[in-house]
């Protein structure tokens, strides 16, 4: 059986997340006022995985060494707009 969870993205332009084995992350948006990660997973899965995330502000210059767009985040609360990319292994 599979389940969705979520976690708050911390605004940095790089940070390691702790999800579990093989997770597919299926959205990124704000809620409250927060930039939120949903994903999916199998609920039997033990394993955990370190995912590394990267964001890039409008403008900025993007890395071409193998990353995959997840979504962007438009912060109402604050005038910002992440756009979250996974750095794939």
Known sequence: MRTIHKQQLQIADTWT????????????????????????????????????LRTYGTGHLVADNGQRHLG??????????????EVMP
């Open 17 to 52: 997340y702790l999800l579990p084995m093989n997770a597919k992350i299926i959205h990124i948006a704000e809620q409250n006022g927060k930039p939120m990660m949903w994903y999916i997973f199998d609920a039997n899965e033990q394993r955990n995985e370190s995912r590394l």
């Open 72 to 85: 962007t985040v438009v912060l109402t609360s604050m005038p910002l707009v992440l756009h979250v990319f």
